[in-house]
């Protein structure tokens, strides 16, 4: 039990802590403020202002936003976090939008990792081009092929 309230930050002031077991299987959308501990497996969004662990047996397939991440079991899908933290045997498969990144020997991150704020700024810099118009190049005629030809021709004998 000192484990789980170690990993609980101090600065939510929730200490509400949800478990899902070994063996259990969670699926769908979960908003909670207090934390999440992943022993088992879940699907789906997750929304907290706590802490998400998903523990060594335990796996999170789908979204999640958290103020803190520990990753000791397997994250697969989108994340964005405060600060993400991948232990020993911790598997990471996905994006991650994060401050902090801490990730431990032994353990992998096959993915990509973006600053919070990127997703925005590069979808205003997509909207920017969208918005300028496409040059248009004029139609390939056989006018216009015959208009771009020279009008003289010079043969040399070498």
Same mark, same amino acid.
């Given at each position: ?5 170690? !990993?609980?930050?101090?600065? #939510? ?23 999440? #501990? ?28 958290? #103020?803190? &991440? ?31 990144? &801490? ?14 704020? !990127? *997703?925005?700024?590069?979808?205003e810099e997509a909207r920017e081009l969208l918005d300028q118009p &496409?040059?248009?190049?004029? *139609? ?19």
């Amino acid at each position: 039990m000192g484990f789980l309230r170690k !990993a609980i930050s101090a600065s #939510h002031g929730n200490d509400s802590v949800t478990i899902v077991p070994k063996g259990a299987r969670m699926t769908g959308d979960l908003l909670i403020e207090g934390s999440l #501990h992943i022993n088992g497996d879940f699907d789906g969004l997750l929304d907290t202002q706590g802490t998400l662990m998903v523990g060594r047996g335990g796996s999170f397939r789908g979204q999640a936003r958290a #103020h803190e &991440v520990i990753l000791s079991g397997q994250y697969e899908g989108e994340l964005h976090c405060d600060r993400l933290q991948i232990l020993k045997g911790g598997l990471f498969r996905g994006r991650v939008a994060c401050d902090q990144f &801490v990730l431990e020997e032994k353990s992998e991150f096959l993915g990509e990792r973006i600053q919070p704020g !990127a *997703e925005a700024q590069l979808l205003e810099e997509a909207r920017e081009l969208l918005d300028q118009p &496409v040059p248009i190049k004029p *139609e390939v005629t056989l006018d216009n092929l015959l208009d771009s030809l020279p009008t003289q021709v010079s043969l040399k004998d070498s």
